[in-house]
């Protein structure tokens, strides 16, 4: 078994246990700097301008670190991809403690038994029956009952833009009576005027994910009063100051989430919900429970429902070498983040720059 330092750049890739966002397989970079370990990994499907934010964050880590945390651990939901019953109970009686969990819902299925995450507003492919949503659901807050009693766990649902206001209503309504109370459904609709029309339109509390961190101005989602809470992700709203930044600016409750990253990226959104003022949700970081291999020895893993707080450069986010073994990519898909590594990095270099005085200054 190699011992000693990891070299930097490097590059990891593992099998999901669980289909989850259409994918099977989660790949990315990680690099070293004086402050630490970033990570690099947007999506295949997301192209260098859209990716450009994730570098951003990468260095944040890697070279200046993070801001002075106000807790020092984090409270986690399980993350339950699209699932029968058994395996969700399944998943939640083995989530480590959470008291909370966010189901995929909305799924929609291609032929051919591709599933597609919708996040461009269009809806292909046949929607899920309520049926199978409420028969997942109903798993979860068994599996609750089950560890805590009656009436313990939260429960909330993320549509990925998957549904139309009229079928949001309808889905929402049963999914709703089946959790006990939803404590809210993220992303139900796939514009920002669709989650304004649902917020009118019923009870639950509506989360922005997508209308967030993909949209060109993600104040719309507040100037059109089309959300109760905003789900950020470090990596794609550039690093945790960028966050803090937005949190400010927006004024909503917020709820950190992964990009199912690896557990040196996930450090980079614990840190952001260690350094929120106010942090009312548990938070969507528990998603190494996704991987079947991490990149350090001992991965970010909830322990009695929630992460710890670990400084940049904690020897427990240092990669390890026998950890990597297990989660080596192929030839070819080192290439490719070298390559894109580089396009991306040269992408940054000619942006002109945020002194980080400045940045800090707005803070
Ligand atoms: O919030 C969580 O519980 C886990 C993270 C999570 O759900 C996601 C991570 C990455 C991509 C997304 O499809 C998905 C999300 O939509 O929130
Ligand atoms: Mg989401």
Redesign the pocket.
């Known amino acids: 078994m190699t011992r000693g330092p990891v070299p930097s750049p490097v590059v990891w890739s593992t099998p999901l246990r669980t289909r ?2 259409g994918l099977d397989t989660r790949d990315g970079v990680l690099l070293r700097g004086d402050a630490g370990w970033g990570e690099l990994s947007p999506f295949w499907d997301y192209d260098d301008a859209e990716s450009a934010p994730w570098l951003r964050c990468a260095r944040e880590a890697a070279d200046v670190g993070w801001p002075a945390p106000v807790r020092s651990a984090v409270p986690v ?1 399980v ?1 339950v991809p699209a699932v029968g019953p058994e395996q969700a109970r399944a998943i939640v009686l083995a989530s480590g403690g959470c008291r909370t969990a ?1 189901v ?1 819902v909305a799924q929609r299925s291609l032929p051919g038994g591709a599933s597609l ?1 919708a996040v461009d507003g269009s809806r292909p492919g046949e929607l899920e029956p309520v049926a199978a949503e409420v028969e997942r659901v109903a798993a979860v807050r068994e599996a609750f009952a089950e560890l805590y009693g009656p009436g313990v766990g939260r429960i909330r649902v ?1 549509a ?1 833009g998957g549904w139309t206001v009229a079928e949001a209503v309808a889905h929402l309504r049963e999914i709703d009576a089946a959790a006990g109370g939803l404590e809210y459904a ?2 139900p609709c796939a514009t920002v005027e669709e989650l304004a029309a649902l917020r009118r339109l019923v009870d639950v509390p509506v989360a922005a ?2 209308s967030i961190r993909r949209a060109s101005d993600p104040l719309r989602v507040v100037a059109l009063d089309a959300a109760d809470v905003v ?1 950020l ?1 470090v990596q794609p709203l550039g690093g945790v100051r960028a966050c803090l930044d937005l949190a400010e600016q927006v004024g909503l409750p917020v ?1 950190v ?4 990253e690896s557990s040196v990226g996930l450090a980079a959104g614990v840190a952001l919900a260690a350094a929120l003022p106010e942090l009312p949700y548990a938070c ?4 190494s429970q996704l991987f079947a291999h991490d990149v350090v020895a001992d991965p970010l893993l909830p322990v009695d429902g929630a992460l710890p707080v670990l400084p940049a450069g904690d020897p427990r986010l240092e990669p390890d070498a026998a950890a990597l073994a297990g989660a080596a990519p192929s030839d070819a898909v080192r290439a490719r983040w070298h390559d894109r590594a580089a396009r991306l990095g040269a992408l940054l270099d000619a942006a002109p720059a945020v002194p980080s005085a400045d940045r800090e200054g707005a803070r």
Not at 284 to 287: E, F, R
């Open positions: 989850f966002r939901n993350t966010k995929k995450h993320d990925n993220e992303q994910d997508e789900v992700k709820v989430s992964s990009a199912l969507g970081l528990a998603t």
